[in-house]
């Protein structure tokens, strides 16, 4: 990555077998501000010859210098790429904000600081965690006998840039594996920079590669199609996920799914109210709403309804829209000009199904250049409207009032999506009774994105394959023999 601060013009190239490299054909596409739609710079784009010289580079590493590196030093690397982030955390959190239109703040609040953490997590974990063994009578001693996956695919979203990649890489590289790394065509910054270092931190050359460009018949479908690539770990849309998972059939590639979420926030009237929108504020439009896990549906037990909706927009109504380098701006510019248009097209879509919109659903005044939406709150759509069913991704959410518990909860499942969903009561057994039914992989009572790297994360039905966290991202980036030795 190379920065020309006169012109502000920000280069980024390929990382692969340790250096920094364009193209072949030296074809590069256009890296966009969404909040000024000023171009940053170029990114090379790469393909199938890009992704061909990376994966022979990750397959050289792995049966070459990484496995000779033992645990407590692959740990020791970790916590130095760590450290190196939690370092550079100023620089990280004003190219993630230029590239995604993300408040700076924010960014330097919470995306960098956790992915210096992921990799933190990961040093400590890998060495503190041990394997199967059982003891059958004086018969036999069977044990699990772990070994890297090999070369993993590692194909990212846009909305947590760093964090995500730091998520998945963390362990992958903890386990002893090589990664090609394919960031989302729309913000290409800080994984070209994490690139850097890694290799400052002691990854030898060759294990962490990273080739940019887009997804189909590009850098991304070489990946999940390469046969040399053993594993992928993929973050993005349930569409993109089975695109993927086609692609990599034929080479039965083990998978990680992390997709798309419509989660459910509900709310039941005997919950602190007070306490429920200060969260409610952050799980709906926190990061532009741009988050997998944004609670952007939202039910409310009737009779709390029209308190809670009225408090809700005030406070919404306070929230400033604008300006990513401000740091008193709590909503940034949505990512693209194509993802601005589809959250638009929404909005336009809750209007023609009867909706109300009690406030936002347009530009902030004042504002000429940049993908800015107010945040939006919408009620009175039917649960069949495309607004209640489909996963927006931006500052728009939905109320609706409810009844009856088993309703919501009927309510609640009715998607393909099954990430997380959020509930909010005082009643004990309501709670485990309500979770106990709601089909989701990560579910808060009176809390949200409370998170504890080490408890199981991820997707039911379209919102995901596997688990990753603490073991189960160990389980996903080895493989297992067990051994059976009689006694
Ligand atoms: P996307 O699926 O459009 O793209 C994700 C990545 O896949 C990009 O790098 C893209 O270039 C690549 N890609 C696209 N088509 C491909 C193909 N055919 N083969 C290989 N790679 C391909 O998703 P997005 O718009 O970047 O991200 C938003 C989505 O990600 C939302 O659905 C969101 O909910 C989801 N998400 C999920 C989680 C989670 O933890 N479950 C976290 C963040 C985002």
């Not at 059939?249 to 419509?262: H, R, V």
């Not at 209640?388 to 009856?404: L, N, R, S």
């Not at 919102?463 to 297992?480: A, K, N, P, V």
Request: contains cysteine.
């Amino acid at each position: 990555m190379t920065v020309d601060t006169k012109v502000k013009a920000i280069h980024c190239s390929h990382f692969i077998n340790g250096q920094y490299v364009d193209s072949q054909n030296k074809e590069t596409f256009d890296n966009v501000n969404p909040a000024t739609e000023e171009i940053l710079g170029k990114v090379a784009l790469g393909g199938k010859t890009e992704v061909d010289y990376a994966v022979a580079a990750a397959r050289r590493a792995l049966d070459g210098p990484w496995k000779k590196i033992t645990l407590q030093e692959r740990s020791k690397i970790l916590r130095r790429i760590g450290d190196l982030i939690v370092e550079r955390v100023d620089e990280l959190a004003q190219l993630e904000s230029m590239d995604t239109g993300k408040p700076v703040a924010l960014a330097k609040k919470i995306d960098i600081p956790r992915a210096a953490y992921n990799f933190h997590f990961f040093a400590d974990y890998i060495t503190s965690v041990g394997t199967d063994a059982y003891q059958q009578d004086d018969q036999a001693i069977h044990y699990a006998y772990r070994r890297p996956v090999g070369v993993v695919g590692i194909i990212k979203p846009w909305n947590l840039p760093l964090l995500l990649l730091t998520w998945k890489l963390a362990p992958c590289l903890g386990m002893g594996n090589t990664a090609v790394i394919k960031p989302a065509e729309w913000t290409p910054m800080t994984a070209t920079v994490l690139m850097e270092i890694c290799k400052e931190a002691g990854v030898p050359d060759g294990v962490v590669n990273l080739v940019h460009g887009f997804g189909p018949n590009s850098a991304g479908s070489a990946i999940s199609e390469h046969p040399d690539v053993d594993a992928i770990s993929f973050i993005g849309e349930p569409g993109t996920g089975a695109a993927i998972m086609k692609a990599g059939a034929d080479n039965l590639k083990k998978l990680s799914f992390e997709l798309g979420g419509k989660n459910p926030n509900i709310i039941f009237g005997d919950a602190d109210l007070d306490e429920v929108i200060d969260t409610t504020i952050k799980s709906s439009f926190i990061n532009q709403g741009e988050v997998c896990l944004c609670g952007s549906r939202i039910y409310v037990e009737r009779h709390a309804f029209q308190e809670f909706l009225e408090k809700f927009v005030a406070r919404t109504k306070e929230l400033r829209v604008g300006d990513p380098n401000n740091p008193n701006t709590d909503v940034g510019a949505l990512v693209s000009k194509e993802h601005y248009d589809r959250v638009n097209r929404y909005v336009e879509i809750a209007k023609e199904d009867g909706g109300t919109i009690h406030t936002g659903g347009k530009r902030p005044e004042g504002i000429e250049k940049g993908y800015y939406l107010e945040p939006t709150i919408i009620t009175g759509l039917e649960r069949n409207s495309r607004c209640i069913k489909e996963e927006i991704f931006g500052p728009v959410v939905t109320i609706t009032p409810f009844d009856m518990e088993e309703e919501v909860i009927m309510q609640a499942n009715d998607t393909h999506y099954g990430l997380s969903a959020t509930l909010w009561t005082n009643d004990l057994r309501r709670a485990h009774r309500v979770s106990h039914q709601l089909e989701a992989g990560i579910i808060w009572v009176n809390t949200w994105f409370l998170r504890d790297l080490r408890t199981p994360f991820g997707g039911m039905k379209h919102s995901g394959i596997g688990r990753t966290g603490g073991m189960h991202s160990l389980d996903f980036y080895t493989e297992q023999s067990n051994i059976t030795i009689k006694l």
